[in-house]
């Protein structure tokens, strides 16, 4: 496959994760409160009419999309860093034979602590917690830890900061090493602005502004934090897990403000257009051919 397709591939694989992730949080509508210094997840949307079965599932394919997605963030940029800055080492990664063996790692990995959790989660169809600001929205089901459960959760959380530190790590080095490269090679302005062109929005793609950030790590840490220091915060843990809800909607959003082309056609709809008035002056020319009938008639 050529770079172009590659790259292709990689942001499909993750708009196609987070349009699933987007789907299941609707039907989910997670929650978080912590009563009598427990912590619990809520789940209060379409989701609680489904059987528990269905429930558990659905469950382990959020945990799953949301560890890949994790997992894969770092891979589109440091393909470009193998390309752009020739390290064939890492190039040897990306390979017809190791690309889709490095694929399947991720995928048993994320999968594994997916399954993993879904053992150590108990799911209460009948709330004995009181919800006094959801009391329009019925009776949620509560998904609480296990007292066996606290050690595999320490480690789902080691593993989950320790990936993000580590994905974050690489979204900041391997463009700084792309855009060195960049000004030292002898490359013509157009391949070298294309490139760079191609780098940022490789970069929007993947998510290392600050938005994506918040909406989706802010979240975790949250939850770690409660997990391993419990507060009283009764209904108001349901906006920490609502940022979930809006992740998939800030990549388009940067690519709208960042992106030259795209910020000019939002600015020309907020701006007030202007007319301006020119005004029109009448004037007669007159041909060489005109002039000379004009005298023959006189």
């Not at 006094?132 to 609480?144: A, D, N, R, S």
């Not at 609502?242 to 795209?262: D, G, K, T």
């Amino acid at each position: 496959m050529s770079e172009i397709i590659k790259s292709r591939a990689f942001i499909a694989v993750r708009a196609t994760a987070d349009l699933a992730m987007a789907i299941i949080f609707t039907i989910l509508q997670l929650g978080l409160t912590v009563d009598r210094s427990r912590l619990t997840v809520l789940i209060y949307g379409p989701a609680t009419r489904y059987p528990i079965c269905m429930i558990q599932c659905l469950c382990a394919l959020l945990l799953f999309l949301f560890n890949l997605d994790l997992v894969s963030l770092p891979l589109a940029v440091i393909y470009r860093y193998s390309v752009i800055c020739r390290r064939g080492r890492i190039q040897l990664l990306f390979t017809h034979r190791n690309l889709p063996l490095m694929i399947v790692g991720f995928v048993v990995v994320a999968a594994s602590f997916a399954g993993m959790m879904q053992f150590f989660f108990t799911y209460a169809l009948d709330s004995d917690v009181t919800y006094t600001p959801l009391q329009f929205m019925g009776t949620p089901i509560e998904v609480q830890l296990k007292d066996i459960g606290f050690i595999p959760a320490t480690i789902y959380c080691s593993f989950l900061c320790i990936t993000t530190t580590i994905s974050y790590c690489l979204m900041i080095y391997s463009p700084r090493k792309i855009f060195v490269e960049l000004r030292s090679t002898t490359l013509s302005p157009q391949t070298r602005k294309l490139q760079r062109e191609m780098t940022i929005c490789m970069l929007l793609q993947v998510s290392t502004a600050l938005l994506p950030l918040i909406f989706s790590t802010l979240p975790m840490f949250a939850f770690i934090t409660l997990l391993i220091a419990p507060a009283q915060i009764n209904f108001f843990g349901t906006t920490i897990l609502a940022l979930l809800n809006w992740q998939p909607c800030v990549y388009p959003l940067i690519a709208l403000i960042s992106i030259r082309p795209f910020r000019q056609q939002l600015t020309k709809l907020w701006t007030r257009k202007t007319v301006l008035v020119v005004p029109l002056i009448h004037s007669t020319i007159f041909t060489t051919k005109d002039a000379h009938i004009s005298s023959m008639n006189k």
